[in-house]
C-alpha cells in the first residue's frame, strides 16, 4: 500500500501545476454541452411525446456526465501512459525504486479516479442550477461515474504499455470511443437501435455507467436493477487491471 501511495503522489505533484488550466473547462464544457443538447435541441425533443420519462435536458444530462467521465479517463490513460514508458520514461525511475509494477499501476489508477471524481463533481453542481438534479440520490452518481472511467482506463493502461506507437490511440478513439459515445445511450434510448447494434451498446461498460447516473440523478430504478450494471462495469475494471499490471511488468523487464 505504501508503494502505491507513493506512486499516487508523483501524479498528485504533476497535477498541482497542472489544475488551474483544467479547472475552467471543467464547468464551461457541461454547461456548453447543456445548453447545446439539453435546451437547444431539447425544445425540439420535448415539443413532441418522446416516451423518455423525464424532460430531454434532465435525461440527457447523466448521460452527459457518464460520457465526461469516459473522456477524462481516457485523456489520462492513453497519450499521458505512453508516454511515461517512451518518451519521459518515468514509469522506468519508479521501477528503479521499491516500487513494483503493481504499486505503479495502481497509484496511477488512483489518479485517475481522482480527476474522473473532480469532473463528476463539477458535472453535479453544473447539473444542479439547470434543475436536472430530481433525487436525494444524485450523488451516488460519483459511484457510476468512476467505475465507468476505470472500466476504460485500466484496459487502457494495458494496451498503452504494449503498443509500439501512440497511433494507435487515434484508432482507438475513432473506431471505439466515439461511435461509443453516440450509441451506448445517452443521446437517446438503445432500445430504438437494430437488435446487433443494441447488443452491442449492452456490452459496452458506457451504457451500464449510463444507465446508473441516469438513476442516481433522476431517482429512477435502471434497467436490468443497479447489481448487474455494476458486476459488468467491476468485470470491466478487473480485467484491465490485471492486463495492465503483466503489460507494465513485462514492459519494465526490457
Known sequence: MTGTI???EYHLAYYRRLWRS????????????????????GGYVDARPSGLGAPYLDWIGPG??????????????????????????SYHAMRATPLTAGDIVRGHLLYVCLRVGLATAAFLLVLLPFGALHSWWAPAAFGPAILTGLAFA?????????????GYFAVLFRLVVVPMSLFAGVFFPVEGLPPVVRGLAYVSPLWHGVELCRAATLG??????????????????????????????????D
Request: aromatic share 12%; glycine share 6%.
Open 6 to 8: 507513493a506512486a499516487l
Open 220 to 253: 429512477t430504478a435502471p434497467a436490468w436493477g443497479v447489481w448487474p450494471h455494476v458486476a459488468v462495469l467491476l468485470a470491466f475494471v478487473g480485467a484491465g487491471y490485471l492486463l495492465a499490471v503483466r503489460g507494465f511488468a513485462r514492459r519494465l523487464e
Open 22 to 41: 483544467s479547472a475552467l473547462s471543467s464547468f464551461a464544457q457541461p454547461a456548453m454541452f447543456l445548453v447545446a443538447m439539453g435546451i437547444t435541441v
Open 64 to 89: 452527459l456526465l457518464a460520457s465526461t467521465a469516459l473522456q477524462v479517463a481516457m485523456n489520462d490513460a492513453s497519450w499521458p501512459v505512453f508516454s511515461m514508458f517512451h518518451w519521459i520514461r
Open 154 to 166: 485500466a484496459p487502457t493502461f494495458a494496451l498503452a504499455a504494449k503498443v509500439p506507437s501512440d
